[in-house]
Nanobody, 119 residues
Framework: QVQLVESGGGLVQAGGSLRLSCTVS????????MGWYRQAPGKQRELVAT???????NYADSVKGRFTISRDNAWNTVYLQMNSLKPEDTAVYYC?????????????WGQGTQVTVSS
């Protein structure tokens, strides 16, 4: 059973920084990619950043230059360093793990961690 547990959320003033962590547990043979998504009240969940098994990263335009996604080599933990935070970054942030097993895609999600940026 794959489990993802996020941590590091909280309340921060605009311009501040937070570092989110996503700890992975369970039996995993291979991971295609992991990422961070967020959902603000009344809005759909949106992609924030992803990182592939090859180390390629992708960011939403709204966070480019401010957020950095990284992982440890064993895929035990994925991080999201968030700098220069803005009130519009306020949302619940979710960790995602994407893999394929015998060609079938699977997605796993954490419970989410709240990030609140005050103006």
């Amino acid at each position: 059973q794959v489990q993802l547990v996020e941590s590091g959320g909280g309340l921060v003033q605009a311009g501040g920084s937070l570092r989110l962590s996503c700890t992975v547990s369970g039996s995993i043979f291979s991971i295609d990619a992991m990422g961070w998504y967020r959902q603000a009240p009344g809005k759909q969940r949106e992609l924030v950043a992803t990182i592939t098994s090859g180390g390629m990263t992708n960011y939403a335009d709204s966070v480019k230059g401010r957020f950095t996604i990284s992982r440890d080599n064993a895929w035990n933990t994925v991080y999201l360093q968030m700098n220069s935070l803005k009130p519009e970054d306020t949302a619940v942030y979710y960790c995602n793990l994407h893999l394929k097993l015998l060609g079938v895609p699977y997605d796993y999600w954490g419970q989410g961690t709240q990030v609140t940026v005050s103006s």
